[in-house]
């Protein structure tokens, strides 16, 4: 997979210019930009985002068309030379935030079924030197189902999705069953760092007095707020190369982009990447949605030495 990167840098106090690199920083191309009309483009598809009658098709349609350049061709050269793509936005806040999953070419760019397409949010520089191991997958589950927390979620349909998925892959999946801050902690830091692969929390997730939490349990099953100060802490730097925060709004930034997401926060804590959702998402669609995901990072059981 080719790795470009998108940025932005200032011109003058009105311009800006819009670069894309390729993975060894050699410019592939750049323009130049107005602020006022970033500031309209952020603005207008923002709108469109949190509209109630949302059309994805249309708006990925036109953050294709911004970011391909009405006479560049950026993304149509980089598709036809490369059939699979990672574009990771390596800008400031209100760009950084966009939708950028829903790009929309002649379909669909993270949904085809044969050319790989990922847009991932670079929040800072730091670069994972692991490798890929010779063993399966390790994955730790845990789902927060508070007494107190309406509506209940559906986690164990959840859980059998992903083993159903990755029934016939290397997959060690541990399940963490108390869904509270202690029980983290206890599970990461009893195992050297870096030993599970994946972290995937599911449940609940919220905003609250500005600042975006994640709904866990307290000792005794009820609710218990936590951001993400205290999952960084509960980790305490036993990091695993993924983290799926499987939860509403997750990933959406505040005040425009102004502050970080859920997401963002983690990252910046330490985290070395983090997945989330934008938007709310129902339960059913949360569930297949990480059945896919882990079909698609469970190695195929050939790769994997006797």
């Known amino acids: 997979m ?5 940025q932005v840098f200032s011109q003058t106090a009105t311009e800006q210019r819009l670069r894309l690199l390729d993975d060894q920083g050699k410019l592939f191309g750049e323009r ?7 500031e309209r483009f952020v603005t207008e598809v923002e709108k469109d985002y949190r509209a109630n009658k949302l059309d994805l098709s249309a708006l990925g349609r036109r953050l294709y068309e911004w970011l391909d350049g009405p006479t560049e061709r950026w ?3 980089l598709r036809a030379q490369h059939p699979d ?8 806040s209100r ?13 669909y760019l993270c949904g085809h079924p044969h050319h790989r397409f990922t847009p991932v949010r670079q929040v800072n520089h730091r670069r994972d030197s692991g490798q890929p191991a010779n063993r399966p997958l390790r994955v730790l589950f845990m789902a927060s189902s508070p007494e107190n927390v309406l509506p209940v979620l559906d986690f164990e349909t959840e859980e059998a999705r992903i083993l159903e998925a990755t ?10 069953e ?11 830091t009893a195992v050297e760092a870096g030993y599970f692969d994946v972290f995937h929390l599911t449940g609940h997730a919220d905003i609250r007095a500005g600042k975006p939490i994640f709904i866990l ?7 218990r707020e936590a951001d993400a100060d205290q999952l960084a802490e509960a980790f305490g730097h036993h990091w695993p190369r993924l983290l799926f925060l499987s939860g509403c709004r997750t990933g959406q930034s505040l005040e425009q982009g102004e502050l970080p997401s859920l997401c963002e926060a983690l990252v910046q804590a330490g985290a070395p990447a983090v997945l989330g959702w934008a938007l709310p998402v129902g339960d059913r669609d949360a569930s297949q949605a990480a059945a896919y995901l882990y079909e698609q990072l469970v190695p195929h059981p050939t790769w994997i030495d006797g």
């Open 2 to 6: 080719r790795l470009f990167t998108l």
């Open 32 to 38: 130049s930009l107005s602020q006022a009309d970033i």
């Open 75 to 77: 993304l149509a050269t």
């Open 85 to 92: 793509l990672a574009l990771h936005v390596d800008v400031e």
């Open 95 to 107: 760009l950084r935030h966009l939708p950028w999953e829903l790009l929309y070419g002649d379909a």
């Open 167 to 176: 029934r016939r892959r290397p997959l060690e999946l541990m399940v963490e």
């Open 178 to 188: 108390s869904g509270s801050l202690e029980g983290l902690r206890e599970q990461v």
């Open 217 to 223: 349990e307290d000792p005794l099953g009820f609710k």
